[in-house]
Nanobody
Framework: QVQLVESGGGLVQPGGSLRLSCAASGRTFSSYSMGWFRQAPGKEREFVACISGGGGVIYYADSVKGRFTISRDNAKNTASLQMNSLKPEDTGVYFC???????????????????WGQGTLVTVPS
């Protein structure tokens, strides 16, 4: 099954920007929808954004709409999350996930999704 590795996390001041990347293994990357989630300490994992295999369908959580941009490069087997205008409430561990549909990424319980990365920490101090 596809394996995912996130990178790009770090500490950014409020209002700053950060770009996260998710590298996927295998030759079937384009058949997967990709999603980004985040989890703050003591909180449930939260949906952030997802994109369909061909990039034609994109959804964002209301909390990040207008600030974050999800994209993918199927030739490089990567998905990215460009985060602008960062706020302290954006702090958390960010995970990428792969599944067969954006619907499952948006609504399914996280444990049923096909694959998860290990996460990368994003810190935006108050």
């Amino acid at each position: 099954q596809v394996q995912l590795v996130e990178s790009g996390g770090g500490l950014v001041q409020p209002g700053g920007s950060l770009r996260l990347s998710c590298a996927a293994s295998g030759r079937t990357f384009s058949s997967y929808s990709m999603g980004w989630f985040r989890q703050a300490p003591g909180k449930e994992r939260e949906f952030v954004a997802c994109i369909s295999g061909g990039g034609g369908v994109i959804y964002y959580a209301d909390s990040v709409k207008g600030r974050f941009t999800i994209s993918r490069d199927n030739a490089k087997n990567t998905a990215s999350l460009q985060m602008n205008s960062l706020k302290p409430e954006d702090t958390g561990v960010y995970f990428c996930a792969a599944d067969k549909s954006t619907a499952r990424l948006r609504y399914a319980s996280p444990n049923v999704l096909d694959a998860w990365g290990q996460g990368t920490l994003v810190t935006v101090p108050s």
